[in-house]
C-alpha cells in the first residue's frame, strides 16, 4: 500500500470537481506528496494500481504550470496543513502570472490542426 505520510493536500479536479462528468469521465486527483521525483513517481505508480481505471492520479508539483493553476478551481479535499495549501496554491498562481503573457502569445501563434 501507497505510504500517505507525505501527502499534504489532495484536489479533486476536472468533470467530476466541475459536476460535467459523463459516463465516459475519469475521475482527476492532484494530490501534494512531499517525497523527491522518484518517491513521487512510485507513490504515483502505487497507488494508481490500487485504484479503479477510471481514477486519474497526478503529482500536483510534477505537473505545468498551466495544468497545476486549473487543479486549484477544483475541490481542496484532504488538506494537512491548510497554511501550506494556501501558500502552494499561492506559489503557482504568481508563478502563472509570471508565465501567462508567454503562454497566452504561444497560444495564439500556434497553427490551427484540422
Given amino acids: ?61 510534477d505537473l505545468p504550470l498551466y495544468v497545476r493553476v486549473g487543479v486549484l478551481k477544483g475541490k481542496l479535499i484532504y488538506c494537512v496543513d491548510e497554511l501550506f495549501a494556501y501558500d502552494a496554491a499561492y506559489q503557482t498562481i504568481k508563478a502563472f502570472d509570471d508565465f501567462k503573457k508567454y503562454y497566452y502569445d504561444y497560444i495564439e501563434r500556434r497553427p490551427v490542426v484540422i
Fill in 1 to 61: 500500500m501507497p505510504d500517505f505520510n507525505k501527502v499534504r493536500f489532495v484536489f479533486l479536479f476536472g468533470s467530476v470537481a466541475k459536476k460535467k462528468q459523463n459516463k465516459l469521465s475519469d475521475i482527476d486527483f492532484a494530490i501534494y506528496h512531499e517525497g523527491d521525483a522518484k518517491e513521487r513517481f512510485k507513490f504515483r505508480i502505487s497507488l494508481s494500481a490500487k485504484l479503479p481505471d477510471n481514477f486519474d492520479i497526478q503529482i500536483f508539483q
